[in-house]
């Protein structure tokens, strides 16, 4: 429709306040169905290196109890035991990035419900997640208060990951030295700092990877400094009182 002077009337604030939360609402439900694919991924992939570690574990049970801890026990574990340990390293390496991934989507969630805020400037009372795209924001999304726990993080999937790799490298070391004729207390120590030198990179490439992400990452919609534990504003907060 035109008006009388033949153009197309402005629309309206309200219908562009419309518009603005449909389309909102439409990516917001893509990032969350992007995220649910990140974390079934996640699962799966988890899954299935747990299962091929323990089906592993299994097969090398029946070969010690047909033969004993010979000479066939070991050589079936040094065919087998790598390629585990290759699958778990490809694992972790998989779920450290899958995190940074689910990290971009909730930065996204966050900067989406800022944008409700602005459509509706009292919304935030309502609101447990951050709306902030910051890492205080991020981290009251992830855990509903400004920080997160030590325990947060090592339970997280890629540590937990990690800490069996760094098991099995410890065992495979063992194997090694077994094979070599080696001494025990050689055999104890090489797992040993096998095993904790294995730790020591993967949790040096995880630092590394979330240290760049945090370097190259700059916030559009900070969180202010007047706000409380649950990231809303002080003064919003003392008005609804």
């Known amino acids: 429709m035109t008006d009388e002077s033949g153009q197309a009337p402005a629309p309206k604030d309200t219908d562009n306040a419309a518009l603005r939360a ?23 992939r988890t899954g299935t290196f747990l299962t091929i570690l323990s089906a592993t574990v299994v097969a090398l049970s029946l070969v010690v109890q047909a033969t ?3 000479t066939n026990f070991r050589i079936i574990a040094l065919l087998v035991l790598p390629v585990v340990l290759l699958v778990g390293i490809a694992t972790f390496i998989r779920l450290m990035e899958a995190d940074v991934e689910d990290a971009w989507l909730l930065i996204g969630m966050n900067r989406l419900r800022h944008a409700y805020v602005e459509l509706v400037p009292d919304l935030d009372r309502f609101l ?7 890492e205080a924001g991020l981290t009251q999304t992830y855990s509903f208060r400004r920080r997160l726990g030590f325990g947060h993080f090592l339970a997280g999937s890629p540590v937990i990951v ?47 990877r979330v240290s760049r992400f945090r370097r190259a990452y700059r916030p559009q919609f900070p969180t202010p400094p007047d706000t409380d534990d649950k990231g809303r504003e002080r003064h919003v907060h003392e008005s609804s009182e």
């Open 68 to 70: 004993g801890f010979e």
């Open 22 to 44: 449909q389309v909102l609402a439409a990516e917001h439900w893509s990032l969350l169905a992007t995220r649910s694919s990140i974390w079934q991924e996640i699962f799966s």
């Open 162 to 208: 990690g800490i069996i790799d760094a098991v099995l490298s410890g065992v495979l070391a063992v194997i090694v030295c077994t094979a070599l004729g080696a001494p025990t207390w050689l055999q104890v120590t090489a797992g040993l700092l096998i095993a904790l030198g294995t730790a020591a990179a993967l949790g040096t490439v995880l630092h590394g």
């Open 128 to 134: 447990v997640t951050g709306h902030h795209d910051d």
